[in-house]
């Protein structure tokens, strides 16, 4: 059920990821949202720039499709300096970063996405690469194994990572700037999808994008998302100009509500109501119940789920909140103490 999601932050294919890497800002300037990291790195790009040195590393961490990829892309932009990019599970031994490492220049950005998936011996042989550039490379092995210290030109490593928990301390402490990037306003992504749709040279009548955003939970590989499926409907069922009546029907036939929810948020909270009372209920017994992998449910599903109120996180398990109930019209079940534990309660209180 959750492969595919049209609402997931994950990128769904390589065709999508080249289709927003055409809409994706180039500067700071261009950029919109996240006021308060753009400031710091504004201002730490632009101190590097007065002293001609290369950035401090920088940790980009939070929900997938938040722009963690187009920032360090930015980043690289504004210190015009050349990027290479690579992902933690991609760099299984010493040999595949040193392959990297010996080809970055001085003041050029090293990205890494999906760095907590680093594997153990590679985590250890980039510590003095970020620490005193430089690192010792060992060559053959057995008898004739000899260690080579190699020298590196001064980079700029960008870690980015949707599970900022699974870090290593060590690794954590050797980045100079650590930004978390928040769920984008309603408003922020109104913005975002004019400029795309400007870049799309797509019409829309007034009132249209604030529907798709309001959809688009937060974050703009979504409302991007949504707004290339609610193109194609206008240009099969209507005129090619985004009307009302055009994107509600869009959206309607992908099955999302005004709140961006779809089937598998629907069921996780219908699970909880129905099966569980309302909760409290351990996620792998939500997992079970749904057949869906636990990570799915707490990487997709509940980040979003949290930040609108529809979910409660208790240390007994999740719960269904009377807010959740109410939008999915569906009646909350009142909580049932047992007879022993009032009994209890009433010996003690005589």
Do not use: H
């Given at each position: 059920m959750a492969i595919g999601r049209i609402i997931?932050?994950?990128?769904?294919?390589?065709?999508?990821?080249s289709f927003n890497v055409s809409l994706r800002p180039k500067l700071l300037a261009e950029c919109v949202g996240q006021h308060n990291v753009r400031e710091k790195l504004a201002i730490a790009i632009e101190a590097a720039r007065q002293r001609s040195e290369p950035l401090e590393h920088i940790l980009f961490y939070g929900p997938p499709g938040l722009g963690k990829t187009t920032l360090a892309n930015v980043v690289a932009n504004e210190m015009q300096a050349k990027i290479r990019c690579s992902s933690g599970p991609a760099l299984a031994k010493a040999g595949d970063i040193m392959g990297l490492l010996s080809n970055v220049n001085t003041g050029d950005v090293l990205f890494i996405d999906e760095i907590h998936r680093l594997s153990t011996p590679v985590e250890e042989f980039i510590y003095p690469a970020m620490e005193d550039f430089k690192v010792d490379y060992t060559v053959d092995s057995g008898l004739h194994a000899k260690t080579i210290n190699f020298p590196l030109?001064?980079?700029t490593l960008i870690g980015a990572t949707t599970r900022a928990g699974l870090l290593s301390a060590p690794l954590r402490s050797r980045f100079g700037m650590l930004y978390h990037l928040d769920f984008y306003t309603s408003d922020d992504l109104t913005e975002i999808l004019a400029r795309s749709a400007k870049l799309l040279d797509l019409q829309y009548e007034?009132?249209?994008?604030?529907?798709?955003?309001?959809?688009?939970?937060?974050t703009p590989r979504v409302a991007n998302r949504?707004?290339?499926?609610?193109?194609d409907y206008a240009q099969v069922k209507g005129t090619g100009v985004l009307s009302t009546a055009i994107v509600e029907s869009s959206l309607k036939m992908e099955r999302i509500d005004p709140l961006g929810l779809d089937e598998l948020d629907r069921a996780v909270l219908r699970a909880l109501v129905d099966v569980y009372d309302g909760g409290p209920a351990?996620?792998?017994a939500i997992a079970a119940t749904l057949g869906e992998e636990r990570d799915t449910l707490e990487d997709v599903v509940e980040p979003y789920l949290l930040q609108i109120g529809f979910l409660r996180r208790t240390k007994r398990g999740r719960e269904v909140t009377p807010q959740a109930c109410h939008h999915l019209g569906l009646k909350q079940h009142k909580k049932k103490h047992s007879p022993d534990q009032a009994e209890l309660f009433t010996e003690s209180g005589q």
């Open positions: 997931s932050g994950q990128s769904l294919n390589e065709q999508e990821e030109k001064r980079f007034d009132g249209t994008l604030e529907l798709i955003a309001a959809c688009s939970r937060g949504l707004l290339k499926r609610v193109r351990g996620i792998e």
